[in-house]
């Protein structure tokens, strides 16, 4: 059966509290509630348009979005698949369900390809070039009765691919369908970034995970390790489940949704430690703009909420880690099973944001109010 990741809620407590390392050891600031926050931000109804030769034109599971340099928007979903709930999977979908599409700004789709590449998918980016990074998370031989190995006979999974935009494979990153703790391979790997020159970081350790895994790895642009940091754990560099990974921003900082550690965790290039922020709640996605806006899909506790969770997108400042906005998520939480809402995020130069919803089966896009 396929494993299933667990879920643990952060304490409550009357305001989030940032704790940063490093430049401030020890400092404590007071923020407000993300329902104190404004909303500026409108959603965009109707958006994307997905054919109804897909899947009736529903969306499935959808785990990442991002937008690309020239405009178009990225989709990697699990295949309009549901099944099982909150971790669905590409397998035995076949190539009318294909897990990567690409769609311009107005939501027409442009091309969709991927069909057999994927087992579980999770994390993905585009880098400068134009080419996608894709993770794949899957750690069973067998998922519901059903073989995950592809059509070379070799188990779907524990890997990163680098595709063409066109979907031909260039790269491949880790042991397909084998698990490991060393350089060379992975143990559920989450996300993936791509830095200006190339270097290549990589979260590994979704939950659960045979080898206890919670580390960035770093590649360079050929894909030679160059170094990981970061073990299971709650110290300031280490993970308790490394969900997202992004780099961005004015100073190219890498920050990681840490989520089970209800944190987001920023570094520079090397691995070293720059800042532990809670105020962003229990993070799942994490995305920089250039203007140095981040956003977060998260969760934050409420006992008057139903099921005692508010959850939603917020935006701060991704230098300091203040707070500017708050978009409630829309989904009635009595209508979503299992898994989270926002799960991937991504804003374009214009500063609406996408949000990938693995709960509530949708692709989000919100544009700003003026």
Request: proline content about 8%.
């Amino acid at each position: 059966m396929l494993r299933v990741r667990r879920a643990v809620l952060p304490l409550l407590t009357g305001a989030a509290v940032i704790v940063a390392f490093g430049r401030t050891p020890n400092a404590q600031t007071q923020y407000p509630k993300p329902t104190d926050l404004p909303n500026p931000y409108r959603l965009v109804e109707g958006w994307p348009s997905i054919p109804q030769n897909m899947n009736g034109g529903r969306w499935g599971e959808v785990i990442r979005v991002h937008v690309a340099r020239d405009g178009n928007i990225w989709v990697f979903h699990r295949c309009f698949n549901t099944v099982p709930p909150g971790s669905a999977v590409c397998i035995d979908r076949g190539p009318a369900n294909p897990p990567i599409l690409e769609f311009d700004p107005t939501g027409r789709l442009l091309k969709s390809f991927g069909a057999g590449l994927f087992a579980y998918p999770h994390g993905f980016t585009v880098d400068q070039e134009g080419n996608l990074w894709a993770t794949d998370v899957n750690d069973a031989e067998v998922v519901l009765g059903m073989s995950a190995r592809n059509a070379t006979g070799v188990v779907m999974g524990q890997e990163v691919l680098k595709l063409s935009p066109n979907g031909q494979v260039l790269m491949t990153l880790g042991r397909e369908g084998v698990s490991g703790n060393g350089p060379d391979a992975f143990d559920r790997p989450t996300g993936v970034a791509i830095a200006p020159n190339g270097d290549i970081f990589v979260t590994d350790g979704h939950l659960p995970n045979a080898h206890n895994n919670g580390r960035v790895l770093k590649f360079s642009k050929d894909g030679k390790f160059i170094k990981s940091w970061g073990k299971r754990g709650s110290a300031p560099g280490d993970f308790d489940e490394p969900h997202d990974i992004f780099l961005g921003g004015s100073q190219n900082r890498i920050y990681v949704a840490d989520r089970q550690n209800q944190r987001i965790q920023v570094f520079d290039q090397d691995g070293n430690f720059i800042a532990a922020w809670k105020q962003f709640g229990q993070p799942s996605s994490v995305f920089v703009g250039k203007d140095d806006t981040i956003y977060v899909g998260s969760g934050f506790p409420d006992p008057a909420a139903k099921r005692g969770e508010i959850r939603g997108i917020v935006a701060g400042n991704a230098l300091d880690g203040s707070l500017k906005a708050f978009i409630p998520d829309p989904a009635d939480p009595d209508s979503l099973t299992r898994g989270t809402t926002s799960s991937g995020i991504a804003a374009d130069d214009e500063g609406s944001i996408y949000s990938a919803d693995v709960a509530a089966h949708n692709l989000r896009k919100y544009v700003k109010v003026r």
